[in-house]
């Protein structure tokens, strides 16, 4: 494997879809090669990975501009070497406290979804000023930081800052993901002014977020609660229901993981009250121990769970959201493992301070009672699960994926491979995938179904090659020698990297 060089890397940084690494190295695996790139060279400065997660989420909003942003939410997995993880929930809330008068309409645009089976599937995103949640991300990644960061935070975001000054080229992934959203990102005229250059050219520089991230670097309390006031502000003067009363009630939540056994392994996943972690539990409790052929009784395990699980939102009148995602797995020398997962929605077509704000308010089906029609300052759920497996062995594998819905069937599907396959890392990505929704059952090429029986009233549908629709899953595998496999999903452009160290 040949140095992969994004912005003059050293030998010390190796980049690949997949390495490998011996005993006193450290690795990240995320979904582009400059977010991976930005929490590699936070490692070589000696970093840990918490500090490396937090600078590769930062400059992810550079480099995947639709899928995450400090403007949305997400869930952070911190877990030391020989110790159980902790989850900090720095997910969306619904807004509206201290809020009067109606809020503005949403814009419905229509988006058009090109695909060799159905070149003009469309669905209706909701955006605009009044689909903003109460973002979580920025206060999530102050959090994290300041409770297990090393480096000082003005050497954490200047990897993001020097991307958003300096500009980038956008991977044809996230060109692809970008021209599908055009429409939303140039709904006002500041989000319009922001990517008009990138939508033209591919090529995307963000002077007003490099000042946003050096005004954090001089006084990070002082910034975020200046940025807050505003988004605040420019909510509700264009129609929104966001207050500052929601950013004051708001806070980041760590929580204990749920956890199960399987063979004898050990997996822990995102608890409640999001729903992906359950989901995948649940479908893992109902299949029996899989020889890698029977996918039937995996389809059947993931659409039982998934129906369970909302009735069981039905009953709690739980928010759900369900939209695109990028996750970062980070390992540091020292054996801490952190996985990240974050979401923007589909963008919101706002943004302040050069930061896209969140359209979580605006996925019509997750709102059967009708758009705002929530009680405000509750946590929204999410099928987003940052994953740890720990083998009989003591192997420490952790991973996550983007992927909107799809996430709890690659979560599972991956699990499967590593529990019960028992193979590498890099086999269970690699390794063919399929999702079922209450209609449909989609199949990777390797996977069959021996019998449709079960499934008469689902469509199958047979994918002709590997798909970012199933998923981009980003993992690390940690031997207890210290060894490592680091492995970015290529279905997503994921890209690993490993540090050296002399």
């Given at each position: ?371 705002h029609a929530f009680a405000?300052g509750v946590r929204m ?112 452009g994921g890209t690993a ?6």
């Amino acid at each position: 494997m040949q140095p992969y060089s994004v912005r003059g890397v050293s030998d010390q940084i190796v980049l690949g879809s997949a390495c490998q690494a011996p005993p006193g190295t450290a690795a990240v695996a995320g979904g582009c090669h400059h977010t991976v790139h930005a929490a590699a060279e936070i490692l070589a400065a000696g970093g840990n990975a918490t500090d490396a997660a937090v600078a590769g989420m930062m400059a992810a909003a550079m480099a995947e501009p639709v899928l995450t942003s400090p403007g949305g939410g997400g869930f952070l997995m911190h877990a030391p070497l020989n110790e159980e993880p902790r989850y900090l929930d720095f997910f969306v809330n619904t807004p509206g406290l201290g809020a009067s008068g109606s809020p503005a309409p949403m814009t419905a645009v229509p988006i058009i979804f090109g695909t060799t089976d159905d070149p003009q599937a469309e669905q209706i995103f909701h955006a605009g000023w009044s689909s903003v949640a109460v973002p979580g991300a920025l206060a999530g990644y102050i959090e994290a930081h300041q409770r297990w960061g090393r480096l000082p935070w003005a050497q954490v975001t200047q990897p993001a800052i020097d991307l958003a000054h300096n500009g980038l080229v956008l991977d044809a992934i996230q060109r692809d993901f970008l021209r599908l959203v055009a429409d939303v990102l140039t709904l006002t005229p500041g989000s319009a002014q922001v990517y008009q250059e990138v939508l033209r050219t591919g090529r995307f520089a963000n002077s007003q977020y490099a000042d946003a991230l050096e005004q954090c670097q001089r006084n990070v309390a002082a910034a975020y609660q200046d940025w807050v006031n505003l988004v605040a502000q420019e909510v509700r003067a264009n129609g929104g229901i966001l207050t500052a009363e929601d950013f004051a009630a708001y806070e980041v939540v760590q929580r204990a993981p749920s956890t199960a056994s399987r063979n004898g392994h050990r997996l822990w996943v995102n608890p409640p009250p999001s729903f992906g972690g359950a989901i995948v539990l649940d479908a893992l409790s109902e299949i029996p121990r899989w020889d890698g052929t029977s996918w039937d009784a995996v389809a059947e395990a993931l659409l039982m769970a998934t129906v369970r699980q909302r009735e069981r939102d039905a009953h709690e009148e739980a928010t759900e959201v369900a939209t695109g995602t990028t996750h970062i797995t980070v390992v540091d020398r020292d054996g801490l493992m952190v996985s990240c997962t974050t979401s923007n929605g589909s963008g919101s077509g706002t943004e302040v301070g050069g930061i896209q704000l969140n359209n979580m308010l605006g996925e019509e089906d997750l709102h059967p009672g009708g758009m705002h029609a929530f009680a405000p300052g509750v946590r929204m759920g999410s099928m987003m699960t940052p994953t740890l497996i720990e083998r009989t062995d003591g192997t420490r594998v952790a991973f996550g994926t983007g992927g909107s819905e799809r996430i709890r069937s690659a979560i599972v599907c991956v699990a499967l491979q590593l529990l019960d396959q028992e193979v590498s890392l890099v086999d269970a990505i690699n390794a063919d995938r399929l999702h079922v929704t209450d209609t449909s059952i989609e199949l990777e090429p390797g996977v069959n179904l021996a019998s449709a029986t079960g499934f008469a009233h689902h469509r199958i549908r047979n994918w002709p090659q590997r798909d970012l629709f199933f998923g981009g899953v980003h993992g690390i595998s940690r031997a207890p020698d210290g060894s490592l496999e680091a492995v970015g999903d290529l279905r997503r452009g994921g890209t690993a990297a490993v540090v050296r160290f002399s």
